[in-house]
């Protein structure tokens, strides 16, 4: 068994029982913050249980904030650290700047690459084929994989870990991928990373929703979305939480949360669970999800979460074959 296929494995107090740790995940920010407060999130997250860190503007190259050599001194600093990181390239690509900007992250050789779509996966395979020794490439999340065979296809092409699409609950991902017989690529076994926490990410597109909230053209948006920490809620006409506007993105109004689901992510073959960051204590969300699943502390951790300052309501429906709004207890 090599390093990178090992598991960690850590003892149930009640039980003395080994299982595997589930490593801990810091996913791409996913709203526009000031420089400041982003410097204050990864210095937070560089304190941290969380061993991997995706680093990057996933929504919308209009957020200026970081140039491609902020987001590069940043992923030095972290690595420094002691951390894993990744660099991921954003999911809707619509222009030849940001296709630029794509093949800049995609063929640098220092970190570790998530594909945000197939323009991406395009420029790492051809990548890895020129340079077969470059790091293997995170799939990710919004690139639609629901079979074995298309994860496999994937795979081949140098793929070393996959972010299943959100909607898909985690005894489909069981079959998949499973964990007895993964599908295996150039790099070896294909882990699995499950998103488990935040709003999520559940569609793009080419028009700026919240511009055209505020009645203004994508292209003098006004920068709007920074005004907006976790997003701006949307609410249905019976006065209900239901989604979230972040730009050209719209999320859940609900928070997304697997802190409850330790064994079933263990079952389905999971190898590490993504946190996206949100405003409020994200450090003590961190602390929180390593604390129960890692360190025997799952009782009354949904309560503890759920009483920090978070964006939305905790919700875990589509983990478990039912609507993504719904709230199902353990």
């Given at each position: 068994m090599t390093a990178t296929e090992r598991m960690a494995l850590v003892r149930e107090p009640s039980s003395g029982a080994a299982v595997r740790e589930l490593e801990l995940t810091i996913g791409p920010l996913q709203y526009w913050w000031s420089r400041t407060a982003t410097m204050e999130l990864y210095a937070a997250v560089a304190e941290s249980r969380a061993r991997t860190v995706v680093l990057g503007e996933v929504v919308c190259s209009r957020r200026n904030e970081f140039a491609f050599d902020d987001w590069l001194a940043l992923a030095r600093d972290l690595a420094a650290a002691g951390k894993v990181v990744v660099l991921a390239t954003q999911v809707l690509v619509m222009s030849e700047g940001e296709l630029r900007s794509l093949r800049r992250i995609a063929e640098q050789d220092e970190f570790a690459v998530e594909a945000g779509d197939a323009s991406a996966l395009h420029v790492?395979?051809?990548?890895?084929?020129?340079?077969?020794?470059?790091?293997?490439?995170?799939?990710?999340?919004?690139?639609?994989?629901?079979?074995?065979?298309?994860?496999?296809?994937?795979?081949?092409?140098?793929?070393?870990?996959?972010?299943?699409?959100?909607?898909?609950?985690?005894?489909?991902?069981?079959?998949?991928?499973?964990?007895?017989?993964?599908?295996?690529?150039?790099?070896?076994?294909?882990?699995?990373?499950?998103?488990?926490?935040?709003?999520?990410?559940?569609?793009?597109?080419?028009?700026?929703?919240?511009a055209r909230h505020h009645r203004l053209a994508k292209d003098s948006c006004e920068y709007r979305c920074r005004d907006d920490r976790d997003g701006l809620l949307l609410r249905s006409t019976e006065g209900n939480d239901f989604l979230v506007l972040n730009g050209i993105q719209t999320q859940s109004a609900g928070v997304h949360c697997l802190i409850d689901q330790g064994d079933a992510l263990r079952e389905a073959g999971a190898r590490s669970v993504r946190l996206s960051p949100t405003g409020g204590d994200f450090a003590r969300v961190i602390e929180l999800f390593d604390r129960a699943l890692n360190r025997g502390g799952a009782r009354g951790a949904w309560d503890e979460l759920a009483a920090l300052d978070l964006p939305g309501v905790l919700v875990n429906g589509y983990a478990r074959r039912r609507p993504g709004m719904e709230v199902l207890q353990p």
């Open positions: 790492l395979a051809r990548a890895q084929g020129a340079r077969p020794g470059r790091k293997p490439f995170v799939i990710g999340p919004h690139i639609n994989i629901y079979n074995r065979d298309a994860l496999a296809e994937h795979a081949a092409l140098g793929a070393g870990r996959w972010v299943p699409p959100l909607e898909l609950p985690l005894d489909a991902l069981a079959l998949i991928n499973p964990p007895a017989d993964p599908v295996r690529g150039p790099h070896g076994a294909l882990a699995t990373e499950v998103f488990g926490f935040g709003r999520m990410p559940l569609a793009f597109s080419a028009r700026c929703f919240t």
